[in-house]
């Protein structure tokens, strides 16, 4: 009865020998072993079970010491055994209990465990696994079949893992190695745990091989890559198995090992990483990948593939992650470019340092602030003369660029003190660029310069892919580049395309990111403008965002018709504004005449120069003559009357409102009807030039949120506004709140809200008649 005896095992006994990966079973010749490995695998999971990997849990044990006397054997019977309960806790080096008395005093090593093997010969105790240890027996006792199975597993994959670590750790013959290292993969693949652990152990253990072993010849790293392939299938690599991806990728770009086996990793990455910044060598992985497709002989031709392979052959990219993976990969290999100058300007580590353990921040240098170096020399003298007696510039050349650096702020902070509040500086203000520089002494090296380009041009592969494109504005809008690549020539005027694509964009959720993130911060707008940073096409493309292309409203169609917008063109931009307007662009002529008809420019003597700017050129004569005729049209409405009330038939639609408009006199007109007609905001345009409406019905229209704060701006006098059962929301009907006038509302049936409605009633002291009925608010 004795379960440590000759033929206790039986037939499970032999099967789980057998279908142990030993490291010896590599080197056993093609025959018996080989042979019948796949098909013991087979066996073992034939029932298609699988269990997580244990790491503690309760169990039962008894322990049995090998008899030498024939008392000893009564003692260890069956009839006499002794079971006690434990937690058993399986640690990377052993098996402990979290209570270490009577059986499990001492901690069992998986060293000294000789074998692991599922009880089940006649009058075996139920769902028992027995450890083979030194002097005796350890019996484990579950609760049920699964329990046991779990156990089973469990400990063989702690002992296996803990055999190849010792194994691994003193390599002596590299073939010998690579030989062990497949077996190890081999297991992984074939074990019934089902685990996050289970593939990633075997790559931590070739990660910390590979790290420890820095004399490899390159064949010996592309058969480990290849060797360990198939567990990246389903697995990010670690960070020190990523620094040897990394480094193979330098050192052989074109070999095939790259294409075959990173790419599939690199796709999985791209699709399912979460955040780089928990994991930055995946991203610096993804980024040497990049380089080294680059590198082949078709170029960017191959990276374009790949980018189409990661988008699909679809008109939607079904991987959401993918774009801001890409995106992420590029702000960061641009920022690498510019990497060493901002180091030795803000004193921040580089990726370098905090790689190889940053330096201590008493040896860094003291920070300094930027001043970037002109070409004119005119500029630079006369502002030498201007501060020779105060500031002291100091030369700092670094191998990718020269710059100029000082060591006084006090220009920074003046031009500060100047803005009037304590909000950080601008970009153009930071950048201390002065309109009449053209150029920036900008040199990156050869390599960075490669880094830059192809990294720029994945930019403008993005920004061709329309489902794309929202997402991609959206991550550029905050402007996450560093300020020394704005100043250089070559990275603006590259990324010139990518602003081009937002600002030829339809979507208004595209070509609404050329703008400013908040206030008090510059925007793609701003920067490629007449006299900004990266403007050198003398306001082509600035023009561009703001033009009407065969009556899509683009950038201009959203935004420059309003009055705010005017105004911070106005206050901003009207010099640039009427230098285009100078010289012929017909989108500045219009925009200089709309700021006459919306009196946005109060000062008689800037109106009288917008006037002579106008009459400049043939296109602004005309154009400022016909608004000269609209506004005296206007007059003579207003003269001679008109309509006081207009009521528009059903199904009406916007162009049959503005035929109507433009065909007679209604100057007068006092009360407009538009209930049960098909008009959108989009007749709002026409609604604003009513100069004496004071009450409009808009019910069961499809009048929405932008119409109503177009109208919000213009008709103040309002008196009597109709929402019923229109599809505004808070978001327009908060716009309300400056028609101080009104005195009924009707918002019955609309998604108001009670918060929104508590707003209007405080902000519009003469509203006396609100329909609120069927609202949040009633």
């Known amino acids: 009865m004795d379960r440590t005896g000759g033929s206790g095992g039986g037939s499970d006994r032999r099967q789980t020998e057998e279908s142990k990966p030993l490291l010896g079973e590599m080197s056993a010749p093609e025959g018996n072993k080989m042979g019948a490995a796949p098909c013991r695998r087979t066996l073992l999971h034939c029932n298609g079970m699988r269990y997580k990997l244990l790491q503690e849990g309760d169990i039962q044990v008894c322990v049995i010491r090998h008899p030498r006397t024939f008392l000893s054997k009564i003692l260890t019977s069956k009839f006499l055994r002794r079971w006690e309960p434990h937690h058993l806790t399986l640690a990377d080096n052993s098996v402990a209990s979290a209570t270490p008395t009577g059986y499990m005093e001492n901690s069992i090593s998986y060293s000294a465990i000789e074998d692991v093997q599922l009880l089940s010969w006649e009058n075996a105790p139920k769902y028992c696994l027995q450890l083979t240890i030194p002097g005796g027996t350890v019996l484990l006792q579950a609760a049920n079949s699964y329990l046991r199975d779990q156990w089973f597993h469990s400990l063989q994959w702690k002992k296996k893992i803990y055999k190849y670590k010792k194994v691994l750790s003193n390599p002596s013959r590299w073939e010998v190695v690579l030989k062990e290292i497949r077996t190890l993969v081999d297991m992984a693949l074939t074990s019934p745990l089902q685990d996050d652990s289970i593939h990633q152990a075997p790559l931590e253990i070739v990660s910390k091989l590979l790290s420890e072993n820095n004399n490899l010849t390159t064949q010996d790293h592309e058969s480990i890559i290849v060797a360990i392939a198939p567990l990246l299938e389903n697995n990010h690599p670690p960070p020190d198995l990523c620094e040897f991806f990394c480094k193979h990728c330098r050192e052989r770009p074109r070999s095939m090992v790259v294409i075959e086996v990173f790419t599939p990793v690199v796709q999985r990455i791209l699709k399912h990483n979460m955040d780089f910044g928990k994991c930055p060598r995946l991203r610096l992985f993804t980024q040497e990948y990049i380089l080294a497709l680059n590198e082949l002989n078709a170029g960017m031709e191959v990276v374009k593939k790949f980018i189409h392979s990661m988008h699909g052959p679809t008109g939607q990219c079904p ?55 002109h070409t004119s020399p005119d500029l630079v003298s006369q502002e030498a003369t201007l501060t020779e007696s105060r500031l002291k510039p100091v030369i700092v050349t670094s191998n990718e660029i020269h710059v100029e650096v000082e060591r006084n702020n006090t220009a920074n902070q003046k031009m500060t003190a100047n803005v009037g509040n304590d909000s950080e500086p601008n ?236 065909s007679g006199s209604f100057g007068n007109l006092e009360n407009l009807s538009l209930a049960f007609t098909n008009v959108t905001s989009a007749c709002a345009e026409h609604l604003i030039k009513l100069p004496s409406l004071k009450q409009l019905n808009l019910w069961s229209t499809q009048f929405g949120d932008a119409g109503l704060r177009l109208l919000s701006e213009h008709l103040t006098m309002l008196q009597v506004l109709n929402l019923c059962e229109t599809p505004v929301t808070d978001a327009g009907l908060l716009a309300l709140s400056s028609m101080k006038s009104l005195c009924s509302l009707n918002m019955n049936s609309t998604k108001l809200s009670a918060d929104t409605y508590e707003d209007l009633k405080a902000k519009l002291p003469n509203l006396k008649e609100v329909d609120v009925r069927y609202t949040e608010a009633w």
Not at 558 to 566: E, G, V
Not at 585 to 594: D, F, G, K, P, R
Not at 620 to 637: A, F, N, T
């Open 319 to 373: 991987h959401p992650r993918v774009l801001p993976n890409l995106v992420a990969v590029c702000l960061a290999a641009i920022y690498s470019c510019y990497e060493e100058f901002i180091n030795s300007r803000d004193n921040s580590p580089s990726l370098k340092e905090i790689r190889n353990g940053c330096q201590q921040q008493c040896d860094r240098k003291p920070n300094l602030p930027l001043r970037l170096l």
């Open 427 to 662: 970009l153009i203000d930071c950048l201390m660029v002065s309109p009449t520089c053209s150029t920036m002494s900008i040199e990156l090296s050869a390599q960075a310069d490669r880094i830059l380009g192809c990294y720029v041009e994945i930019l403008k592969m993005l920004s061709d892919y329309d489902d794309w494109r929202p997402a991609l504005a959206s991550l550029l809008q905050p402007i996450p580049f560093p300020k020394e690549a704005l100043a250089h020539e070559k990275f603006t005027k590259e990324l010139k395309y990518v602003i081009q694509r937002f600002a030829e964009d339809p979507r208004q959720e595209v070509h609404s990111c050329l703008l400013s993130v908040r206030a008090g911060k510059d925007g793609w707008f701003q920067l490629y403008s007449p006299g900004g940073v990266a403007c050198d096409d003398d306001g082509e493309l600035f023009a561009s965002m703001v033009r009407v292309c065969n009556n899509v409203h683009i950038l201009m169609g959203s935004c420059y018709k309003t009055k705010k917008f005017l105004l911070s063109l106005a206050e901003n931009k009207l010099g640039p504004c009427m230098l285009l307007a100078l010289r012929g662009n017909q989108t500045m002529v219009e925009i200089l005449c709309l700021m006459l008809e919306y009196n946005i420019i109060d000062n008689n003597d800037t109106q009288l120069q917008i006037i002579s700017t106008l009459e400049s050129t043939d296109v602004g004569k005309r154009m400022y003559e016909q608004l000269c005729d609209r506004q005296r049209e206007l007059k003579e409405l207003q003269r001679k009357g008109g309509p006081t009330r207009l009521t528009l038939p059903s199904k009406s639609t916007d162009a049959d409102l503005a035929r109507l408009l433009s």
